[in-house]
């Protein structure tokens, strides 16, 4: 199980590589800075909006819990 | 986790909302420019309220009609949430104002007296204070069955209040605030540009979905409360 995990996380670094390695090569012309970075705003307002939403799946889950625990 | 589908799909529509809402081009119109993008939060905000004020109405009806006391709890939880809504409402609207109808010539308190008497905002702060009596009137009561009873006739009081306050009187009268004299604002076919309206109205769909799973949290929760109250 840990050596699937750091396997996982291994390769996950590895992509994060090749990412940036792909930035340095074209300098600022990637997605994220492009349009007046308007895209930004757009990551930023869906990461509050799934913390959210996982947040009241949280809540669901546990009051289900109870429901069952009753 | 109970009747997972719509919760899916309250989710796929606000990510859509806020992706899209973002992103599509949007016509620019003087004053407003970009802001119009707030169709798709600040009136879904009134949207939203609205439908959960009539869900709170017609359970308030159906506990007078049946005295079960679950009808009760229902009703008190749709209207807590479409309160909520709409105090969003009210504070988004407050910020798009100050940056569109607002002189900037003037300075901000002289525009401030001007804004202030919109017969519209006027309207929309009495009716959310007539909801915001309902909470306290239901609390101030401590036996349950009269508690029930009176905030159940309170709410359809309530309720047709909205229709002078945020339906007929601004409708009556000048005012900034788009829809009025000309009809329904948002929903006018001509009022709306096509692109916007593939937004729109999913975004109204989503929102009042995120209402109503929070109201169905809240009423699972009291419901629990008051079964560990009565044994």
Redesign the interface.
């Known amino acids: 199980m840990s050596k699937m995990k750091y396997l996982l996380m291994s390769f996950l670094m590895l992509m994060s590589f090749f990412i940036t390695n792909a930035q340095d090569k074209v300098e600022m012309a990637d997605t994220m800075r492009s349009n007046g970075r308007?895209y930004v705003?757009?990551v930023v307002?869906?990461v509050i909006?799934?913390g959210l939403?996982l947040y009241?799946?949280r809540?669901?889950?546990k009051?289900?819990r109870?429901?069952k625990e009753? | 986790?109970?009747k997972t589908w719509w919760?899916i799909l309250c989710?796929i529509l606000?990510?859509y909302t806020?992706?899209a809402g973002?992103?599509t081009d949007v016509p620019r119109l003087p004053a407003l420019s970009e802001t119009i993008r707030n169709l798709y939060f600040h009136v879904c905000m009134w949207f939203c309220m609205m439908i959960l004020f009539t869900a709170s109405v017609v359970y308030a009806i159906k506990y007078l009609r049946s005295n079960k006391l679950v009808h009760d709890i229902y009703s008190r939880q749709f209207a807590v949430v479409g309160i909520v809504f709409g105090v969003l409402g009210y504070a988004t609207g407050a910020v798009w104002m100050s940056y569109t109808w607002a002189d900037p010539n003037n300075n901000s308190f002289q525009s401030f007296s001007a804004v202030a008497r919109e017969p519209k905002l006027i309207g929309a702060a009495i009716a959310l204070l007539i909801y915001f009596a309902y909470m306290i009137l239901r609390d101030s009561i401590p036996d349950m069955d009269k508690r029930a009873r009176v905030s159940a006739v309170y709410n359809i009081f309530a309720f047709a209040l909205l229709f002078p306050t945020i339906w007929i009187i601004p409708r009556l009268l000048p005012s900034l605030h788009p829809g009025g004299e000309n009809g329904n604002p948002a929903l006018d076919f001509k009022d709306i540009d096509n692109n916007m309206r593939i937004v729109f109205y999913p975004a109204v769909i989503g929102w009042t979905l995120l209402g109503v799973?929070?109201v169905s949290?809240k009423i699972?929760?009291q419901l629990?409360k008051e079964?560990?109250l009565l044994q």
Request: proline fraction near 0%; charged fraction near 20%.
């Open positions: 308007i705003v757009v307002v869906l909006l799934i939403f009241l799946l809540l669901d889950r009051i289900s109870m429901e009753k | 986790m109970r919760k989710v606000l990510i806020f992706i973002l992103l799973w929070i949290l699972r929760l629990l079964k560990s």
